[in-house]
């Protein structure tokens, strides 16, 4: 298996929903990453893990809350989003944290997420 | 701090001519550098890399680029466009230098429209 897959493609809801987005790899890779994307514009980082713990958070609202369970998942729990966090949220995975610089990323599909 | 300059924000080619889409960089350290191609509704997908070595990489899909230190240049290049490679590229860069985030920094984006 040599793909980033994410769940759901597409997801809408309001501003008191409580809402989790899922990427999953099979590939082996040790660190995972979370990117938002707003239309037009490149992937800005959210959140890096490293061997299931989380090394970068660049700063992201609490309303975004990252977990990794094991080192095949990553989850991004959301919670009272605003209308301006509608985007398409985008999962990577790569290798190892070792030579982490070396490694290209590997992204998913990506989720569209509309906040209403 | 490290950052990715993609100056066109539109590059237009007739299919069967060859193509260069610009990206400059600034980093602290070595940088290592990355393209990425995002088809519309979908993920980015890895193009090639630049660590070190030979300055003429490489690439997926009949794409090459060409590293200039001297110019802190990492265009993208391909010898025959082909219209199924219309799409949204993005450079990237990784600073070796340190104190930032492992993810990656992209530029802006350039819509690459190839015509028949």
């Known amino acids: 298996d040599t793909e980033v897959t994410q769940t759901p493609k597409h997801l809408v809801m309001g501003m008191t929903n409580k809402k989790s987005l899922k990427c999953e790899q099979h590939?082996?890779?040790?660190?995972m990453y979370w990117y938002k994307q707003k239309a037009k514009k490149p992937p800005e980082l959210m959140f890096v893990?490293?061997?299931?713990?989380?090394?970068i958070n660049e700063s992201v609202p609490s309303r975004f809350s990252p977990e990794c369970p094991n080192s095949s998942l990553l989850n991004l729990h959301l919670h009272a989003l605003q209308p301006e966090d509608s985007a398409l949220y985008l999962c990577a995975s790569s290798p190892d944290r070792s030579g982490l610089i070396y490694n290209e990323q590997f992204f998913g599909p990506g989720t569209r997420l509309t906040v209403l | 701090a490290q950052s990715v300059a993609q100056p066109e924000d539109q590059v237009n080619v007739a299919e069967g001519n060859p193509l260069t889409v610009k990206c400059t960089y600034s980093v602290s350290g070595n940088p290592y550098l990355f393209w990425y191609v995002q088809y519309p509704n979908r993920g980015l997908q890895f193009l090639l890399k630049y660590i070190t070595g030979d300055n003429l990489v490489k690439g997926s899909y009949g794409f090459e680029a060409e590293f200039n230190k001297s110019q802190t240049s990492f265009h993208l290049k391909k010898p025959s466009a082909l219209v199924s490679g219309s799409a949204l590229y993005f450079c990237?860069?990784?600073?070796?230098?340190?104190?930032?985030?492992?993810?990656?920094?992209f530029g802006k984006g350039t819509h690459l429209i190839i015509q028949p």
């Open positions: 590939m082996g890779h040790r660190a």
């Open positions: 893990y490293s061997y299931e713990k989380l090394s």
């Open positions: 990237a860069v990784r600073d070796t230098s340190g104190g930032g985030a492992d993810g990656l920094t």
